[in-house]
């Protein structure tokens, strides 16, 4: 949650900052603020808002520039969005400003003390009790800017990202990090900061990622010093190349990021399993389970952990690898694993899932699980997160940028690495034949050409949504590999099209939400041709007796399903356990083109966030 940018070098700050805050958008975009040095103070200008906001604000100042800056983009924790509690914000000397990303947990008690010592305070939130506690330190203890925002965030309990300069300093910024992300781009006698790594990458390819506790201060013609903040030794920066490249990062002809990631799962699902699927050889080559192949094949189960698209993944995953393992999985919320005093030991695995590689509760779990002796293996998107970096070994799923807050393509390349785990150990554990194994293999590799057939599917799509954009519910069912996608097909749909609904397994739906269903209640069944066909079947004729519309997802060719469902939408014959690969498409498509029809703001729809920091 929030994004944060920050440039010191040669150039015009102000529309590096703008132009990376666009970027970080999909972090929040409750209101958005930059702060320059003007070579003679501080100018600011921050508005409640879009960073569209902001821009035209700025574009009524008769001049905002400098070649130093810090901007943010907010998603509010504390304090309403409102032009005051948006960041960056002042000390109380107006010479120290600040940007922050994540949570001061003890911002209240530092407050009261800060308004004892006569500090003021304009806005609601902890990051200016931050900011006016560094000046505090400062002051009291004529202490170097880096040096008095170590001593505060040695008293702060939180998680941050933070940057911050000082007028009488203008030739450096401190940023440090704990719990949220935190970037520095290294190019040519100038800096970039920034909470990934995509504001600056048209810039420079070369990056310092700031581990949690670590501090840095980023001064002009000068190597970069970083410090533990806690103990204050340093630690030598190392520069990683970045291989993700501006075309990634944007949106190339789409409308939306959404729509664009939609359509480059065909290529997403190939270089998730590129290098790793060797269908010459007959095997599959992933070095983090090789390394660890002993941990897996002795372990007692496998728990996994993630929220949101990732769990259901981790849903698909358990259907899976159960199936070709036949090791027990256990699919946990990290928000509630986290807090539930679990059993679990170092004979269990834990993956977790994660795009962002930085939401706050799966980290938690992960945390908790090493804990307590667990091997934690992580499948995440974003290379060099928090997440990849905290857990012992994981495969990244090589998706590229996801920008949409609906998570498309990383829902798909997730499951296609978990199927390539599942498959792997399978192999290891004798628990598949060998024909199976091959058959599994080459049929994996038909996907990507499977799902260019399903996208073909679009303007059905389309049509579907027009005739049902008004509904007010809709129903998802599915059953076996497919009752997760039931539930991201209905999450998909809610958090872009504001329209309620809800997954279901097909077979629950007499339990209760049958009672749901008349005339004006569209379902989404996905009725592919595999074992549970017939019961699925059954569901619909019940649906169809009540009056239900049924937008049904069904096999290529299938004749039955099209007699008595309203809409189909066809998928390429695969095998049962790939099929989500192609039924969640469809489902997709249908929920942009409503939340487009509904003129809703698809890549950043209201109050979500892309990477939620935050508990
Ligand atoms: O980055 P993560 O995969 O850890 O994010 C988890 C969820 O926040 C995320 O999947 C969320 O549910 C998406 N908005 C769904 O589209």
């Known amino acids: ?198 504001p600056f990458i048209e810039y420079t390819n070369n990056a310092v990622y700031l581990e949690d506790e670590e501090m840095a201060v980023v001064r002009l013609k000068k190597p970069i010093k970083i410090r533990k903040i806690k103990d204050d030794s340093l630690v030598s920066p190392y520069i990683q190349e970045l291989k993700i490249n501006l075309e990634q990062i944007e949106k190339g002809g789409y409308d939306h990021f959404m729509l664009k990631e939609i359509f480059e799962q065909p290529h997403a699902i190939k270089d998730t399993y590129r290098g790793r699927l060797l269908i010459d050889e007959g095997i599959i080559k992933m070095a983090g389970i090789e390394d660890n192949m002993g941990k897996f094949l002795n372990a007692n189960r496998i728990i996994i952990v993630a929220c949101g698209t990732s769990w259901h993944a981790g849903l698909v995953a358990e259907y899976i690898i159960e199936d070709l393992v036949r090791v027990p999985v256990e699919v946990e919320y990290a928000s509630e694993f986290r807090y539930r005093n679990p059993v679990i030991n170092d004979k269990d695995i834990v993956i977790a899932i994660s795009q962002s590689g930085e939401t706050a509760d799966t980290l938690a779990a ?148 049958i009672a749901l269903i008349d005339e004006n209640m569209p379902i989404a069944v996905i009725a592919t041709k595999y074992g549970h066909y017939e019961k699925v079947v059954s569901n619909i004729q019940e649906i169809k007796s009540r009056k239900g519309k049924i937008i049904a997802v069904v096999t290529k060719g299938d004749e039955q399903v099209r007699d008595l469902a309203d809409h189909v939408i066809e998928v390429p014959e695969t095998l049962e356990l790939l099929s989500p690969l192609l039924t969640t498409i469809p489902l997709q498509l249908l929920s942009y083109h409503i939340a487009v029809m509904l003129g809703r703001n698809v890549d950043q729809p209201r109050n979500l966030a892309k990477s939620v920091t935050v508990e």
């Open 366 to 513: 992960i945390k908790l699980a090493k804990e307590k002796g667990a091997f934690v293996f992580g499948v995440c998107n974003v290379v060099g997160s928090t997440i990849s970096r905290e857990t012992h070994a994981g495969a990244y799923t090589h998706a590229g940028p996801e920008i949409g807050v609906a998570s498309t393509k990383a829902f798909t390349t997730q499951i296609t690495v978990l199927t390539l785990i599942a498959l792997r150990l399978a192999k290891a554990k004798g628990t598949m034949s060998s024909t199976d194994f091959r058959r599994h293999l080459v049929e994996l590799e038909t996907i990507p050409e499977k799902v260019e057939e399903v996208l073909k599917s679009d303007a059905l799509s389309k049509e579907i949504a027009s005739i049902y954009k008004d509904a007010k519910n809709f129903l998802y069912l599915g059953r076996g590999f497919n009752f997760p996608v039931a539930l991201e097909g209905a999450l998909k749909l809610k958090e872009i099209s504001y329209i309620h609904a809800e997954g279901y397994p097909a077979a629950e739906m007499k339990h209760g939400p």
């Open 1 to 198: 949650m929030c994004g944060i940018v920050g440039y010191i070098g040669h150039r015009e700050a102000y529309p590096v900052i703008l132009k990376g805050l666009q970027r970080l958008e999909y972090r929040g975009y409750d209101s958005a603020g930059i702060a320059l040095y003007d070579g003679n103070e501080i100018i600011l200008s921050k508005t409640k808002g879009k960073v569209a906001d902001l821009e035209s604000k700025v574009s009524n100042l008769p001049s905002f520039s400098g070649n130093l800056g810090i901007g943010h983009t907010r998603w509010a924790t504390h304090g309403v969005p409102n032009d005051e509690n948006s960041h960056p914000h002042f000390s109380n000397s107006g010479d120290l400003v600040i940007i922050h990303n994540g949570i001061i947990e003890n911002y209240s008690a530092l407050k009261k003390e800060l308004i004892k010592r006569g500090y003021t305070f304009s806005s609601d939130t902890d990051t200016e009790v931050l900011i006016n506690l560094i000046e505090d330190i400062q002051k009291n203890s004529n202490l170097k800017l880096g040096k008095a925002v170590q001593v505060a965030l040695n008293q702060v309990v939180g998680a941050y990202a933070i940057a911050v300069f000082d007028v009488k300093k203008p030739n450096e910024i401190v940023v440090a990090r704990l719990g949220s992300p935190l970037a520095i781009g290294v190019g040519e006698n100038e800096f970039f900061i920034a909470s990934d790594a995509s």
